[in-house]
């Protein structure tokens, strides 16, 4: 992962590995989670890994080999540059203005052991640490969940983020998104986005409810 994210460096260790024995719980075409804070925006996204290639238009030869498995060791070493590729097809904005995401980390896991990704720590693991051994038979991206994070430094992390996904020739896809404010909820939504179309995540920080309010509805 891209050193500079210190948040992220922390929970690569190797402590993290026994957190993950979910069922996965991920059921939209495209899973995002962002968390607002002071000074800067982190991004979360997850998708069945194929969805890297037909919703963002990354090339898949940057995740497959020549016979279409994906190799689990070189995503190990740090994986930024792919999440990079991945944002170059995708058209950011924060409050009407361009906004600039650079790529912490993207990993892969095999669907049946894919975490779940409902909040701003669960989409640091996921997108950060492997939680299994190369599988014995070669998985392709259709057998794969994606996840990618992003952060992106900005003076006032308020205001509508739109993200405009690239044409690709696709359905529609429908998109979950779940705004935080400094780790609380502050909205979810669930859309349906047509090809090139855009995902719009409106949040004001004094909307974000108290975590006794959350708890008391079960959010």
Do not use: K
Request: contains cysteine; glycine residues 10%.
């Amino acid at each position: 992962m891209r050193t500079g994210s210190l948040r992220t460096a922390v929970l690569s260790g190797a402590v993290a590995l026994g957190l993950f024995q979910a069922q996965p719980v991920l059921a939209a075409d495209v899973d995002i989670v962002v968390d607002r804070r002071d000074g800067h925006i982190e991004l979360f996204i997850a998708t069945r890994a194929d969805g890297f290639v037909t919703a963002f238009d990354l090339p898949a030869g940057l995740l497959v080999q020549e016979d279409g498995s994906v190799d689990f060791a070189p995503l190990r070493q740090g994986t930024w540059e792919i999440g990079d590729a991945l944002m170059s097809n995708v058209t950011v904005e924060l409050q009407n203005g361009p906004v600039a995401f650079e790529a912490m980390s993207l990993m892969v896991h095999p669907l049946a052991n894919a975490p779940p990704m409902t909040n701003p720590f669960e989409g640091l693991m996921a997108m950060s640490v492997c939680t299994v051994d190369t599988p014995a038979t070669p998985l392709g991206l259709d057998g794969l969940q994606g996840y990618v994070g992003y952060i992106a430094y900005v003076e006032d992390s308020d205001g509508t983020l739109s993200l405009r996904l690239p044409q690709t020739g696709r359905g529609d896809l429908e998109v979950h998104v779940r705004d935080f404010v400094a780790g609380r909820p502050a909205a979810t939504e669930v859309t349906l986005v047509p090809d090139g179309g855009v995902v719009s995540i409106g949040s004001t920080a004094a909307d974000a409810p108290s975590p006794w309010v959350l708890g008391l509805f079960g959010f």
